[in-house]
């Protein structure tokens, strides 16, 4: 491309919508008010700094800066004080351009505007890139970038002028901005209403994560015709999720330094090459690659030959090529690029730190998610709360850790922590903060791990336990949903028994397992599918429903049985729960009313949230369970009370397995469904005996 004619695309495009209700006409009046005020007033300027909320304002102003020959440098509305002067640091900008100030320009009538021919490989505007310093760096695209990115995008997807796109993207990263420019090289429309019709969407994963799991908004992903899915790694089970209902996804990957997108699915847009080097790494050339970046206020170009990027691949056997992983710190939350190092070094600029990192740790939600470490000066004391908030003064909200912890940094022998230690480190602390539990440690003995029952918490199985004292460790764990455990830190089954399976790891790989009812069930799950205990022990749980359709009832009432309960109100329910038969003259035992007393206080949604995970219609079913039990190496003891029925006959299915593959079956007699409440001697005798 030797020349855009700007004059031309605005008449050809005169009447089409632009964004929202605003047409091409519209844009180019917006724009020549504004480049007005810029020849005007800002004359003798040459860089400006965008901080502008709008993406419509921000694009008026980018195209503004451009028909008066001054450098855009795009930043967040969000960005602090503080960074932004750092980032002057890298690129000098004169003016800060915010929101109020184009707002009070537009709407001046009857203005001409005539673009000039502009130098097409000059720098046309700054984004910043995470990079691999403390400080982002600038990254300066010329006209010819934004204009092959956009037009290689169009080709692939054989793109029209009556599509539209959801402008849902920050714009000054980007990704959201070549949304407005595809737009606008297309002579398409953008839209920030999701209910318009919309046949271009741009998402994270976490972003579609939500969306599918709201109902209203799966059926309007069911209508797009391209959802572009990037910024982060998609999970295969959110791709097997969307590839059930139908959505057309495409995955993506690309770059600050590539005008964003280089590949979709894999595959190479026009206008683009991608190569591996020998050692895995991706290296790309082309129209979309950026002229360089601005650091400490010097220009660097990037050579035209091929640039080499930090992230590591692999080409298939079908030509098609895949991301594996960043080769340097940069990782990626919620489809946004993390630098450990900035954050660090803002940390240590709080007078009362000594040392910090932050290290990413995996998570369901993010992708990654930033764990801080931090170490405080000899003699004075600063909380996680009290750092986020001089954090937030000086960072962008998506930098902001998702969780802090105050520990010991300086580990013997070693003149700076090992990044692979502290990895181990920040683990624990996160799983030690998200689960709420008793330890109580001998030393030399076996841990056992016990898991109570819906509606219960960590104390619930100490009054039989307590007596091992001597011989066993005992770990108390609330489940989520239950206790101090809050149900927002899982996000699927999976998650919940990833976290959880991570967690008891934390004190033993070799447990002893007891679960109660719903416990039962946990505990049975992670026996069969994520950590083998030397020994299972299981009182009056639930093996399993036995079909599909009972699966989804079952999750469906479990959810629903809260309904019309209220706090207050919890009292009634809970005397109406224990009234099930199952619960055999529980109602008259003496420590009825301080139970009903007890769980009363319990937050009630907790427990029905809970239930998306751990109804016993999201476990698998009874032939499955079976099967595994059948083959597996560790013992397992199944109690129950004789007056328990539904559950005695779980113990019967379980008979046949009897003799050879040790499992044991105990009946305490004149119980219903919790022995270990009403028969707590008996229960005591039998579990000793066990443990032997």
């Excluded at 595994?628 to 299915?653: C, H, M, V, W």
Aim: neutral net charge.
């Amino acid at each position: 491309m030797n020349h855009f004619d700007f004059n031309r695309h605005f008449k050809k495009f005169n009447r089409h919508k632009f964004y929202n209700e605003k047409t091409y006409a519209d844009l180019l009046s917006d724009v020549a008010s504004l480049s007005s005020k810029f020849s005007s007033q800002l004359s003798s300027v040459d860089t400006v700094a965008l901080k502008i909320q709008s993406p419509y304002l921000a694009f008026v102003a980018i195209l503004a800066s451009l028909k008066e020959k001054k450098l855009p440098i795009l930043f967040s509305h969000l960005e602090t004080v503080s960074m932004l002067e750092r980032l002057r640091e890298q690129i000098h900008y004169e003016v800060i351009i915010e929101d109020h100030q184009i707002e009070k320009t537009l709407g001046s009538k009857n203005l001409e505007t005539l673009f000039p021919s502009m130098d097409i490989i000059k720098p046309a505007l700054v984004v910043f890139s995470s990079g691999t310093t403390s400080i982002p760096k600038g990254v300066a695209l010329s006209f010819n970038n934004l204009y092959y990115s956009a037009k290689g995008f169009a080709e692939y997807f054989h793109r029209t002028d009556n599509e539209r796109s959801l402008m849902n993207l920050p714009h000054h990263h980007v990704g959201g901005l070549m949304i407005l420019w595809r737009a606008f090289f297309s002579g398409g429309s953008l839209t920030t209403d999701l209910k318009s019709p919309i046949d271009f969407l741009s998402l994270v994963p976490l972003q579609l994560k939500r969306m599918m799991e709201d109902n209203s908004k799966l059926q309007l992903l069911k209508k797009i015709r391209v959802i572009l899915v990037g910024g982060a790694p998609l999970s295969s089970a959110l791709k097997e999720e969307a590839k059930v209902h139908g959505l057309n996804l495409y995955e993506t990957y690309g770059m600050s330094e590539t005008a964003s997108l280089l590949m979709i699915n894999g595959e190479v847009l026009p206008y683009r090459e991608v190569e591996l080097d020998e050692l895995g790494f991706f290296k790309v050339k082309g129209k979309t690659l950026a002229l360089g970046y601005f650091q400490k206020n010097i220009f660097f170009p990037i050579p035209s030959v091929w640039f080499k990027t930090n992230d590591l691949g692999f080409r298939d056997e079908f030509g098609i090529f895949h991301f594996k992983q960043r080769s340097d710190l940069i990782f990626i939350s919620g489809g946004e690029n993390i630098n450990p190092l900035l954050i660090e070094e803002v940390v240590k600029q709080n007078s009362l730190i000594k040392d910090a990192y932050l290290i990413p740790l995996p998570d369901e939600k993010w992708g990654e998610m930033g764990v801080l470490l931090y170490q405080t000066k000899t003699g004075v004391d600063l909380s996680a709360e009290e750092l986020n908030t001089f954090l937030k003064t000086k960072l962008h909200p998506h930098l902001i850790p998702k969780f802090s912890f105050k520990t010991r940094l300086n580990f013997e022998g070693q003149l700076k922590a090992k990044r692979s230690e502290l990895k181990i480190l920040a683990k624990e602390l996160y799983l030690k903060n998200i689960f709420s539990f008793d330890f109580f440690e001998v030393l030399d003995t076996p841990v056992i791990i016990f898991f109570h029952g819906f509606m219960g918490d960590k104390e619930d199985l100490k009054n039989i336990s307590d007596p091992l004292g001597a011989q066993y460790s005992r770990l108390y764990i609330d489940m989520p949903g239950h206790g101090k455990t809050k149900i927002e830190n899982f996000y699927t089954n999976l998650d919940l028994f990833q976290k959880l399976s991570w967690f008891i790891n934390l004190f033993s790989p070799n447990p002893i397992f007891y679960g109660y009812s719903m416990g039962g069930r946990i505990a049975l799950h992670l026996a069969l599918n994520f950590l083998p205990p030397q020994l299972l022990i299981l009182e009056s749980a639930g093996l399993g429903l036995l079909n599909s359709d009972e699966q989804l009832q079952r999750q469906e009432n479990d959810f629903k049985q809260f309904s019309g309960v209220d706090q207050k109100l919890l009292p009634e329910f809970l005397n109406h729960w224990y009234q099930n038969p199952i619960f055999y003259k529980f109602s008259e035992h003496p420590s009825y009313k301080s139970e009903i007393d007890k769980r009363s206080l319990h937050d009630f949604t907790e427990w029905r949230d809970s239930q998306k995970f751990l109804s016993a219609g999201c476990f698998p079913l009874l032939k499955e369970n079976l099967a595994k039990i059948s083959i597996t190496s560790f013992p397992l003891l199944y109690i129950y009370g004789e007056n328990d029925f539904k559950y005695k006959d779980f113990a019967q299915r379980l008979r046949p397995l009897d003799p050879a593959r040790k499992v044991s079956i105990l009946a305490i007699a004149g119980s219903g469904h919790n022995p270990h409440k009403t028969h707590p001697l008996e229960m005591i005798a039998k579990l000793t005996n066990c443990l032997k």
